[in-house]
């Protein structure tokens, strides 16, 4: 089987600007969930998506969001981007609430 | 509030020795622990875990210990390859509650030839 799949792997944006990210899963899984990952605070839960509905959600600002598609493929977005946003953006799926099996990442550099 | 910690954040060992990580949390819902492996700019590796039913749990090198009582849990990594040197992170869950994993800090493993 395929391994979870991030793209971008890289991105550059400045102040202000907004970003979407996508994560394709597992095949077969449903859960899909994004990490954050910085120098300062590690790795930090964003939020989970469970059959298209957002299940968990972490203590982030409003500026991050997310989507699941019908085909468990998942997006997250950033608004107005900060310099603090720069971090390495991890997406993992799992079956259910079992084992996550992560991406290899998106890193996100905020100018 | 770090709800799970790992004290040590580098171990070096040498080669064919034992490799001993340590993870303590203070969450007593959670329910579910992994051990991940990682490297510089690449997603974490899923290597080991252990649901809070078990206190051993066994896969070729690796073993992960867990103590329930001293919320305390340990991955043991026997015989120490080089490949073996990355960052490894603990990471815990409350299943019932969907799949939110809290990581610790990571320790920095470096095993010398």
Redesign the interface.
């Known amino acids: 089987k395929a391994g979870?799949t991030?793209t971008p792997r890289y991105l550059i944006k400045t102040r202000g600007q907004q970003v979407t990210l996508s994560c394709s899963p597992i095949s077969g899984h449903r859960?899909v969930?994004w990490?954050q990952q910085t120098p300062g605070q590690?790795?930090?839960?964003l939020f989970?998506y469970?059959s298209e509905t957002q299940?968990?959600k972490?203590n982030f600002p409003g500026r991050f969001s997310g989507r699941q598609f019908s085909n468990s493929r998942s997006e997250m977005n950033v608004s107005t981007l900060e310099l603090g946003d720069s971090a390495?953006y991890?997406c993992?799926s799992?079956l259910l609430?079992?084992?996550?099996?992560?991406?290899?990442?998106t890193?996100l550099t905020v100018l | 509030d770090q709800q799970v910690k790992q004290n040590s954040p580098s171990l070096s060992v040498q080669e064919g020795r034992i490799s001993i990580l340590n993870c303590d949390y203070t969450n007593s819902m959670f329910d579910y622990f992994l051990w991940y492996k990682k490297y510089p700019a690449e997603g974490p590796t899923f290597l080991i875990s252990i649901s809070s039913i078990k206190d051993k749990n066994e896969d070729g090198r690796f073993t992960v210990f867990l103590n329930k009582s001293a919320k305390h849990l340990s991955l043991h990594i026997v015989p120490s390859q080089p490949g073996d040197s990355a960052v490894y992170f603990c990471a815990a869950s409350e299943v019932h509650a969907g799949n939110m994993l809290t990581f610790g800090g990571g320790t920095r493993l470096m095993v010398k030839p």
């Not at chain 1, 590690?42 to 839960?45: A, K, M, N, R, T």
Request: hydrophobic share 30%; glycine share 14%.
């Open positions: 979870v991030q859960s969930s990490y590690g790795l930090q839960f989970e469970f299940r968990n972490g390495l991890l993992a799992s609430a079992d084992t996550q099996y992560f991406g290899p990442g890193r």
